[in-house]
């Protein structure tokens, strides 16, 4: 059964609290996640009153890099999958030649 955010001691919720705020940053191009925009965290830490914003800050980066590596693993399963697919699955056209 996966874990609610409730599970976790208060510091971890609200990392994912303030971490949700924040903007993802997205590779044009490729569609790769790049983790978040991290220029309005101090915005946010003094905004929400957070008591200790090292300890939350470093909870968010680490939950950003579980989050980068789960994306980049999901992205390259995703096109792997895709190249199979288009290998064995595409058309295979054969022109039948008499001379």
């Known amino acids: 059964?996966?874990?609610d955010p409730s599970d976790f001691p208060y510091e971890v919720q609200v990392a994912f609290f303030i971490?949700?705020?924040?903007?993802?940053n997205w590779e044009g191009m490729s569609g790769s996640y790049l983790g978040k925009v991290w220029a309005n965290v101090?915005?946010?830490f003094n905004?929400?009153?957070i008591e200790d914003?090292?300890?939350t800050f470093y909870m968010m980066k680490l939950w950003e890099t579980i989050l980068i590596e789960d994306r980049a693993d999901r992205a390259s399963k995703q096109?792997?999958?895709e190249e199979r697919k288009?290998?064995?699955g595409g058309k295979q056209y054969t022109h039948s030649?008499?001379?």
Request: hydrophobic residues 35%; positive net charge; glycine residues 8%.
């Open 1 to 3: 059964m996966p874990l």
């Open 19 to 24: 971490f949700g705020f924040l903007e993802d």
């Open 42 to 44: 101090e915005y946010l």
């Open 47 to 49: 905004l929400y009153k």
């Open 53 to 55: 914003p090292k300890t």
């Open 79 to 81: 096109r792997k999958a």
């Open 86 to 88: 288009s290998a064995s």
């Open 97 to 99: 030649v008499k001379g």
